[in-house]
């Protein structure tokens, strides 16, 4: 019988994590996340991961491990696969999710996903048991999950987002994943890889508090912009906001929707009456507001971005004003954060990031934290997960090194992890098909469409009308150099002529094809380089 573990996102990359588990009649997949592109252009919104080679028959459960969009970003495009798919979520993902899906009309079942909760999917010898295990993260309720096969002989520890508490906080749990996992031969653990190239350990919120406590208390207006779904950060802030007499206003649809689907299922320690939006800002002293704007990645549409870049129509910035980026970039998003901070200085006000004060620590474990998981496991094979191949390699390398007993294995997006009773085995060859684009409303946009996109924003576009009634022609340019608008009138006479007399007697498809190439040919001689040219008969 042949047990499968196949990553489809996340093995190679920071985004897009999405896991299928399967045996010869039962399946089930773990997150569907999208990863954001690292083009702002060709209107891509985000990449999702391949799935839908995968049976619905057979795939009917999808385990949430927590609500960051790497793990839900692709939920509508899953339930859309699948109507019949159960989805395992916490509270709190639960209502991310469903907001979500009521955005475009959709509904699925959902099931609480708690602490230790037990899930069976298959039957007899094929069956999967399904364990949450709860876990430090930056939002509320993330999980690792133990996979536990019987026939197989073999537990699985699937952690890819986490960071450790202190030991004498974590033991007990940490003892619990080594009793569960122990009464199985070989135990296979799946652990983050983000922080890998991290030699220190990562912090604590706690440890952030008096460096927040400083920045806000000091006068002048404040933006802070962060990954909006860390409530025990946001949590702080609204504390620290009336300890010091300021009035928070929330800016962005991620920062509304966390802020209420936090005081909806109970965690948070504000209610909607603590904050307001940026309509009613002109009833309060510029002085006494703290913004919490999303789009701490600059993200192209985000609140953030609007601000920065000096168009946002309620919310202009000046001297005096700081802007404090309690967040790290994810990788990728460099140029694009960069950007933002020379925009924002060239206003007048001034940028704070994690690199000046101690005002983010990470979700994910450094070096130390990794050692500290495995010596409180006894993990008998490893595969690093949840991150770049380079980080992957690295977590691999370290492992290796500290652990030569333990088994590790590199995988990438596609590779299948093939179990059974006496081994585990990694295809070496992958079947991978590549991320999914996805733009506008949520629509699918094939590679080579946005090939097409980037050779005319390359290159610019010419696009020839030719009126066979009464012979009018009209040449149009776009994304040209406009001088180029007073060679029009002399490239009809001279493409009129080379119809005529090369083209004379031959079909209306072959002439459209010869003007277009004399039409490239024209505007090489002149640019140096070929725009696309198009050629309607009408």
Known sequence: ??????????????????????????????????????????????????????????????????????????????????PRIVIYA?????????????EVQLSVKMQDLNHLDQITIGESQSEWVIRPIS????????????????????AIYYCSDFKS??????????LLLKKLMAPFKR???????TNILNDRATGQEEDLLPELENVIQTPGCLLFTLFTSNIERLNTLFRLAKKHDRQIVAMGRSVHNSLLAAIEVGIAHFAETDYIDADSIEHFSRERLLFIVAGCQGDFLSALRRVSYGEDTKVKLGPGDRVVFSSRVIPGNEDKITRMYNKITLQGAEVITADDKLIHCSGHPGKPDIIKLINHNDFTDYIP??????????????????????????????????????????????FWKEPIIIHGKGIELERSQVSQRRKIAAMGSMYLSVFNKDQHWILDFYGLPLNLELQKTIWIDKLKDLLEFEMKGKSTADKAEFLRIKLRQLAGMELGYRPLSFVHFM
């Open 1 to 82: 019988m042949t047990y499968q573990i196949t990553p489809l996102g996340g093995f190679g990359e920071i985004g897009a994590n999405m896991v299928a588990f399967e045996s010869k009649d039962a399946g089930f997949i773990i997150d569907c996340g999208l990863l954001f592109p690292y083009e702002e252009a060709f209107d891509i919104n985000y990449l999702i991961p391949s799935f839908d080679h995968l049976d619905p028959k057979k795939f009917l459960t999808l385990v949430i491990t927590h609500a960051h969009e790497d793990h839900i970003g692709a939920i509508v495009h899953v339930v859309k696969w699948n």
């Open 90 to 102: 916490s509270s709190f993902a639960q209502n991310l999710i469903l907001r979500r899906l009521k």
């Open 135 to 154: 876990v430090n993260h930056s939002i509320p309720q993330p999980f690792g999950i133990l996979v536990t096969s019987s026939y197989l002989n073999i």
């Open 165 to 174: 508490f202190p030991e004498n906080v974590n033991r007990e749990d940490s």
């Open 187 to 193: 135990r296979l653990a799946l652990i983050d890889s």
């Open 385 to 430: 997960v949840h991150g770049e191949s380079l980080f992957l390699k690295r977590h691999e390398q370290f492992v290796n090194k500290h652990y030569p007993n333990i088994k590790t294995y590199l995988v990438n997006n596609g590779q299948k992890i093939t179990l059974k009773p006496e081994q585990i085995t990694i295809d070496a060859n992958e």
